[in-house]
């Protein structure tokens, strides 16, 4: 089952906020857990980001997507700019996790510095 971490190290700044002064929440990770986060935070009217290797259907139409790798951490850095909080919900098949998990920890670890 994927874990969930919120990362935020990031300190608030004017430029995690847009034009209302709203925060960008940014949620890398668009399983089952991911997209529980993304309702939660839509639901209490807060400006959210989506960041998945692939493209997702059946996002909210307020949530702004970006499509990349986030195990390349220079990658994760454009995804996550701007971030006053990163959730970290993704994650990879058991069996592969060895390989995966911490090349994802880098680069979501990359993106919320």
Known sequence: ??????????????ESK????????VVAGLGPVGRAVIDE????SLRVRAVSR???????????TVE??????VAAR??????AVVYHAASAPYHRWPEFL???MR???AGAA
Do not use: W
């Open 18 to 25: 847009d034009m209302t002064g709203q925060d960008l929440h």
């Open 54 to 64: 692939h493209r997702v259907a059946g996002l909210p139409a307020a949530v702004e």
């Open 1 to 14: 089952m994927p874990m969930l971490t919120l990362l935020t190290s990031r300190k608030r700044t004017e």
């Open 78 to 83: 454009r995804a996550m700019a701007g971030a």
């Open 107 to 109: 680069g979501v670890i």
């Open 41 to 44: 935070l839509v639901g209490r």
């Open 102 to 104: 911490p090349p994802l």
């Open 68 to 73: 990349t790798d986030i195990t390349d951490p």
